[in-house]
C-alpha cells in the first residue's frame, strides 16, 4: 500500500471510520507480526503467538483513536509508533511467560526410576523427582493421569493424543496448565 494511500487512511481513522480501522490493521500487520516474530524465542513460541500481541496493540489503538483522541501527522509516525507499542507488548508477554518457561522441565526428566540415567542421578534429585511426580498427580485430575504417565514415558504430544483421543492441543493446554498449577504452589 503507498504511503499517500495509507496517510489518507490514517485521516479516515483519525476522524473515527471504523473501515479505515480496519484497513490500517490490515496494512500494518503482516510488519508487526515480522517484528514480534523475529525476537520471539522458540522456548517461548507455545506461550503466545504473533497475532496475539499484535491483535493486543491494536485493540488499545483503536481504543486509543476513539477516546484518547490520538492523532498522527503521517503513515510514517503511526508505523514508528505501532512499532514501538508492539515491542513493549511483546517485552511484557516475554516476562510474563520467561519465568514459566525457565522453569519448564521435561516430564522425562521426573521419571528417574525409569530413567537409564538412574545410577548417576543423586538420591536427592530422585526424591525431588518422586516429589514432583507426587504434585503433579495431586494437582491432576485422575482423568488425566494417563495422559502424565504417557509424557512421563517419554511419548510425543502427538503420541499422547492418539492414546489417549484427545487433540494435540488438548494435551498442550492440559500440560501447560499443569506447569502453571505447580508454578503457582512454589
Given at each position: 500500500?503507498?504511503?499517500?494511500?495509507?496517510?489518507?487512511l490514517?485521516?479516515?481513522l483519525?476522524?473515527?471510520?471504523p473501515?479505515?480501522?480496519?484497513?490500517?490493521?490490515?496494512?500494518?500487520?503482516?510488519y508487526?507480526?515480522?517484528?514480534?516474530?523475529?525476537r520471539?524465542p522458540?522456548?517461548?513460541?507455545?506461550?503466545?503467538?504473533?497475532i496475539?500481541?499484535?491483535?493486543?496493540?491494536?485493540?488499545?489503538?483503536?481504543?486509543?483513536?476513539?477516546?484518547?483522541?490520538?492523532?498522527?501527522?503521517?503513515a510514517?509516525?503511526?508505523?514508528?509508533f505501532?512499532v514501538k507499542?508492539?515491542?513493549?507488548?511483546?517485552?511484557?508477554?516475554?516476562?510474563?511467560?520467561?519465568?514459566a518457561?525457565?522453569?519448564?522441565q521435561?516430564l522425562?526428566?521426573?521419571?528417574?526410576?525409569?530413567?537409564?540415567?538412574?545410577?548417576?542421578?543423586r538420591p536427592?534429585?530422585?526424591?525431588?523427582?518422586?516429589?514432583?511426580?507426587q504434585?503433579?498427580?495431586?494437582?491432576?485430575?485422575?482423568?488425566h493421569?494417563e495422559?502424565l504417565?504417557?509424557?512421563?514415558?517419554?511419548?510425543?504430544?502427538?503420541e499422547i493424543?492418539?492414546?489417549?483421543?484427545?487433540?494435540?492441543?488438548s494435551?498442550?493446554?492440559?500440560?501447560?496448565?499443569?506447569?502453571?498449577r505447580?508454578?503457582?504452589?512454589?
Amino acid at each position: 500500500m503507498s504511503s499517500d494511500s495509507l496517510d489518507g487512511l490514517l485521516e479516515r481513522l483519525t476522524a473515527g471510520d471504523p473501515a479505515a480501522a480496519e484497513q490500517v490493521f490490515l496494512a500494518y500487520e503482516p510488519y508487526l507480526r515480522m517484528v514480534v516474530r523475529r525476537r520471539l524465542p522458540s522456548r517461548l513460541r507455545s506461550k503466545f503467538d504473533s497475532i496475539d500481541v499484535v491483535q493486543s496493540v491494536w485493540a488499545d489503538v483503536v481504543h486509543g483513536f476513539r477516546e484518547a483522541g490520538w492523532h498522527f501527522t503521517n503513515a510514517a509516525q503511526l508505523k514508528a509508533f505501532l512499532v514501538k507499542v508492539t515491542q513493549n507488548r511483546f517485552l511484557d508477554r516475554v516476562r510474563k511467560h520467561g519465568n514459566a518457561a525457565n522453569r519448564e522441565q521435561s516430564l522425562n526428566f521426573a521419571n528417574n526410576h525409569q530413567s537409564s540415567s538412574e545410577e548417576t542421578s543423586r538420591p536427592s534429585q530422585v526424591a525431588q523427582a518422586d516429589e514432583l511426580w507426587q504434585r503433579m498427580l495431586r494437582l491432576c485430575p485422575p482423568a488425566h493421569h494417563e495422559l502424565l504417565r504417557l509424557k512421563r514415558q517419554g511419548c510425543s504430544l502427538a503420541e499422547i493424543a492418539e492414546r489417549t483421543s484427545l487433540h494435540e492441543s488438548s494435551v498442550r493446554r492440559i500440560l501447560y496448565e499443569l506447569a502453571r498449577r505447580i508454578d503457582g504452589e512454589e
